[in-house]
């Protein structure tokens, strides 16, 4: 009896410790997963950078990561324009696939399905806790919402842990901060109203009440006015919870900073979205002329600084060498957007685009093709890669290295490369810009003939329209000046037959 006891506790003792053994491995395991922050810029252009050629603009902290880092020089937004682009990045799913993924109003619903699989969602599955700080414009709610009550659904029902966002952009209404579903700041005594067809009565406007306005509107913002800055869209009531334009940049930073501090302890996942250098563009006073090209340097110059800032509260709570961050923008520049704020005339000899034609909203290179960089302390080698990548391909490359299965439907795994490991990119790429697509393979882009106007004359951008198709050696000419589609049949046909067999719908080389 006392034999068959003996053996019952040893066994006990045996199934102890091999129980704390494998809690201890899955601790260290845990443990050792990377924090991972996406900051994303708003409208910053490839030549917008020092370490992308910038000479008139001074960007430290922004360099810092690229010097740093890997500084890819064909890194890809998915789009032209910010809401398909930020829909891509977190579902790894080309936008052009949701009739609904395009440049928002604020009083859109939510165009990510919430049974559909997302970047956050894929880390919640990790362990990590999730947050979004900044710009959302993927539309809230069901249609129809009501400010004044709990806004559902929105980030936290497609994987944020926590959310503290604009709903659109700075230009739009609501002007209001909205943290987890609910208006910051909000007096439930002055309900907030908010149309995007006409106006609620005796509301000023831009275009009725230009007396009232500091900044004045050159095309589309002409609504509804806060704080002396005519927006897109009308407003009515939430006085209280209204933001501060100048100091919307100091607000985020302190978010991030404050959620960083707050889960330190286990492994986190960061999406901070700042809103520079879009419009309407309001540095904090203390950055004021710092650039020497008007308010649009000065933001950047402002946002730089607010990287810089976060970047020592990671390393101040010891976790800098612990995080991944990855370093891009939503789409390429524009100087005029719809307001009147000297960035043209302002501009010298500062080149946005750098070496590349177009800018927002444009289907050549400069639309799309953004500073791209990839930091993470010791881990990764300071190097510059030519790979093709694309912030599309951040989800499955994100979940191989944390062994995850769940995928983005067009995301591929370039985890070695974005470690700069390898100098392997994606093979083929399709680009969007307001619904137009384009092919990007190899060294080669094919702009299918698209009907309209070949530049918008308001913000005075080429956007790739041509009633004959077009194709460009990017490595002999990346300002795309000599269209070589005649001189090329083969790789023509075969640009065009990849194109079909990606977007399902034939491809003709004029159109009438």
Known sequence: MIKIQSIIFIGLISVFFSCSSKQGEEKIAESSKPNIVIIYMDDLGYGDMGA??????????????????????????????????????????????????????????????????????????????????????????????????????????????????????????????????????????????????????????????????????????????????????????????????????????????????????????????????HVPRTPNPRFVGSSGLGPRGDVIVEADWMIGEFIKTLENEGLLENTLIIFSSDNGPVLNDGYYDNAVEMNGNHTPAGPLRGGKYSLFEAGTRVPFITYWKGKIQPGVSDAMVSQIDLMNSIGAMLNSDQKGEDSENLLETFLGKSNQGREELVLEATGRLALRKGDYVMIPPHKGAAKISTVNIEIGNDPEIQLYDLKSDIGQQNNIAKDNPEVLNEMIQDYERIIGTPVSLTVK
């Open 52 to 277: 992308y050629g910038a000479t008139e603009i001074k960007t430290p902290n922004m360099d810092a990561l690229a010097t740093g880092g890997m500084k890819f020089t064909n890194g890809y937004a998915s789009s032209a324009t910010c809401t398909p682009s930020r829909y891509a990045i977190l579902t790894g799913t080309y936008p052009w696939r949701n009739k609904d993924a395009k440049i928002l109003p604020g009083t859109a619903p939510l165009i990510i399905d919430t049974a559909q699989m997302t970047l956050p969602k894929l880390l919640q599955e990790q362990g990590y806790y999730t947050g979004i700080v900044g710009k959302w414009h993927l539309g809230l709610g069901r249609g129809n919402v009501d400010w004044n009550k709990h806004i559902s659904p929105g980030p936290n029902e497609v994987g944020f842990d926590y959310s503290y966002i604009l709903a659109a952009t700075q230009d739009r209404v609501p002007t209001v901060y909205i943290q987890d579903g609910k208006v910051d700041g909000l007096d439930p005594n002055d309900p907030i109203l908010v149309d995007y067809s006409k106006n609620f009565e005796g509301e000023p406007t831009g275009k009725e009440n230009p007396e009232l306005l500091t900044m004045k509107w050159h095309h589309g913002h002409n609504n509804s006015i806060v704080n002396g800055i005519p927006r897109i869209g009308f407003m009515k009531g939430g006085e209280s919870a209204k933001w501060s334009d100048v100091d919307m940049a100091d607000h985020f930073l302190e978010k991030a900073q404050a959620y960083v501090k707050e889960h330190k302890e286990d492994p986190f996942f960061l999406y901070y979205a700042l809103q520079q250098p």
